[in-house]
């Protein structure tokens, strides 16, 4: 990066906060500072619940994904369509009829307080973690790739969210989310169209695609019954179903983005839009994905991209080895690469010859970068994340103009800070309104449960800074995030469809049930290693299941809550 | 809720969502014809 990158960078991650601090700076009531106002329209809201979803990671990561596996990923999403109508339907009109800050304050009128204080918690517990880590996965890239300081970067993203988060509430999360997520898809169309412009002159876009479908990258709808099979068009919508009704319903940072403004009419439309831009905005940026795999069949990448890691295995004294690696992968490419030249002018038998040996040498390359990955591990720099997190930042940094660089590490700045200040907005909201205000002061001002608010969510910043300063300890960080959130969703969505769907459920036994679905999906989690997508169905079932029997069995006489109207 | 929001038009919304998933169902028929066109 030189002076004009930073000068890009700077500018774009300091510009928007200071936007939303000159447009949102006063003394509001409790209720603008939770729910912001009525300026806050259904395009504000669309592009704030998009921003919020789309943590940096999505755009580390997901390019680098197609990168490696193709574009099969995008089925993951086909069930957030359906959850979010679902959501429009059931969750929002209650929410909004209520006039309830937090998701959980429902549960409290629905049932009872002990509920409120479960789900609360649950929430707390799982999303302060995880902003942490949404903190962290960036930096650690970041800083291992642009050589600095890891706890520098961690303060850079960190810092600034706290302070603008804390200062403006709800409106400025919003209202700065909509400028970051027009800066991200900016930067990612940039990012796409220069990939496109780069690829060799005699193949067209069409031939390009036509390339990139032979090597088996652009699969994007798979019909197959199979249970190996990763992705496929049940699996996605199925299980994609259940997440996005968990993470849509029951998280605070995706309710408070969609109850902000308090308009129902605004809520169901930036939703709405979601459900349909969702989609292709994934696709394109997997499609980003094989356009840098298309790049790099022409421009010689890197045996590893994680460099920093593969630097430190030289020094450790497996340079031989790793330079014995590098030859065999040379002479790889440039025999894949001059068989995909020859492609164009090639007949349609030779064609059928060229794209079998152009397979053979990826599935060759392919085995040469595995075996890179296991002497670095060997040498004890085994990375904390995948390689092909670093694809994408590898391509920015090594193929794109100045100026374009300084912006797509904003694009990464800009996509921590949005999806952070969501989470700790959320936090900060659901610690003063679900705990604070009922069990400390219950009686105090408006002004009082404001400052209240702000000194939490200052708290819960410096918790994430905190969790993200030690997260070096977790392996595998980004699928860390995701097992989280897996662990924690189902049995707080349990706790909603109980009160939507089981009107004779009371309180005691939905708590009863949520505490019991939760200890045995912690139980689950570390005692066996099945798939954690099944801790959501796993959690939420249970409580479906057991809150009915408990009611039926122990608690026929509970006076705790019956359901309102 | 705002004026904006009064009355509550249900049949309103249920063409709304209708229209939500024919688009989506549109964009999975694209994704499947490209994916025919290039695998």
């Given at each position: 990066m030189n002076r004009l990158d930073y000068i890009v960078l700077f500018a774009t991650i300091l510009a928007i906060p200071l936007y939303g601090i000159w447009r949102t700076y006063g003394h509001p009531n409790l209720r603008h500072y939770l729910k912001g106002d009525h300026s806050i329209r259904w395009g504000t809201i669309g592009l704030s619940v998009m921003a919020t979803q789309a943590g940096p990671i999505t755009f580390l990561s997901m390019p680098g994904q197609a990168y490696e596996s193709g574009i099969g990923f995008i089925q993951n999403y086909f069930g957030q369509p359906f959850a979010l109508i679902v959501v429009c339907a059931i969750f929002v009109p209650i929410y909004q009829r209520l006039r309830v800050f937090t998701a959980y304050e429902y549960l409290g009128q629905r049932f009872d307080q002990k509920t409120r204080l479960l789900g609360a918690f649950l929430f707390l517990v799982q999303r302060g973690i995880a902003g942490g880590i949404t903190i962290y996965a960036p930096a650690i890239i970041l800083s291992a790739v642009l050589g600095w300081d890891l706890n520098l970067t961690i303060w850079l993203a960190g810092g600034f969210v706290i302070a603008y988060t804390v200062v403006g509430g709800t409106k400025i999360v919003s209202l700065t989310q909509r400028y970051q997520i027009l800066v991200i898809l900016i930067g990612m169309a940039l990012a796409f169209g220069i990939a496109v412009h780069r690829l060799p002159e005699d193949f067209s876009f069409s031939a390009a695609l036509s390339m990139a479908g032979k090597m088996g990258k652009?699969?994007?709808v798979d019909f197959s019954i199979?249970?190996?099979?990763?992705?496929t068009i049940w699996s996605g919508i199925l299980g994609g179903f259940f997440l996005s009704l968990s993470y849509f319903g029951a998280d605070q940072s995706q309710v408070q983005r969609y109850l902000a403004g308090g308009s129902l009419r605004a809520s169901r439309i930036g939703l709405l839009f979601n459900a349909i831009v969702k989609v292709p905005m994934q696709f394109l940026i997997l499609l980003l994905g094989v356009m840098i795999f298309l790049f790099y069949q022409f421009e010689k990448p890197p045996l590893f991209f994680n460099q920093p890691s593969y630097q430190r295995a030289i020094e450790n004294g497996h340079g031989p080895q790793l330079s014995a690696l590098q030859t065999q992968f040379d002479d790889v490419f440039t025999r894949k690469r001059d068989a995909l030249q020859a492609m164009?002018?090639?007949?349609a038998a030779e064609s059928e010859t060229l794209t079998a040996q152009v397979r053979d040498f990826e599935a060759q390359a392919r085995s040469i970068r595995d075996n890179t990955k296991k002497i670095l591990i060997e040498a004890g720099a085994n990375p904390k994340s995948k390689d092909s997190d670093y694809v994408f930042i590898t391509f920015v940094l090594d193929h794109l103009p100045h100026g374009v660089v300084g912006l797509l590490v904003a694009v990464i700045f800009c996509a921590t800070m949005s999806a952070t200040s969501a989470v700790l907005n959320a936090l900060g909201s659901t610690s003063a309104i679900d705990f604070y205000r009922p069990l400390?002061?219950?009686?105090?001002t408006d002004h009082h449960y404001v400052v209240a608010t702000r000194w939490l969510t200052l708290a819960w910043g410096l918790v994430a800074i905190a969790v993200a300063s030690f997260a070096s300890l977790v392996e595998n960080l980004i699928e860390a995030g995701n097992i989280l959130g897996s662990v924690f969703y189902g049995s707080i969505l349990g706790l909603f469809l109980v009160a939507f769907f089981?009107?004779?459920?009371r309180g005691s036994a939905v708590f009863y049930a949520g505490l019991i679905a939760q200890t045995l999906v912690l139980a689950l989690f570390f005692t066996s290693n099945i798939g954690y997508l099944w801790y959501n169905v796993i959690g939420c079932g249970g409580v479906l299941l057991i809150a009915p029997i408990l009611q039926q069995?122990?608690?026929?006489?509970?006076?705790?809550g019956p359901a309102p109207a | 809720m705002s004026e904006q929001d009064r009355p509550p038009v249900f049949g309103t919304w249920r063409k709304a969502y209708a229209c939500a998933i024919v688009l989506f169902a549109i964009e999975v028929a694209l994704l499947y014809a490209f994916t025919l066109r290039f695998s």
């Open positions: 652009l699969e994007a199979d249970p190996s099979r990763r992705y164009p002018k090639a007949s400390l002061r219950p009686k105090a089981l009107r004779g459920v069995l122990l608690f026929r006489n509970d006076p705790s | -």
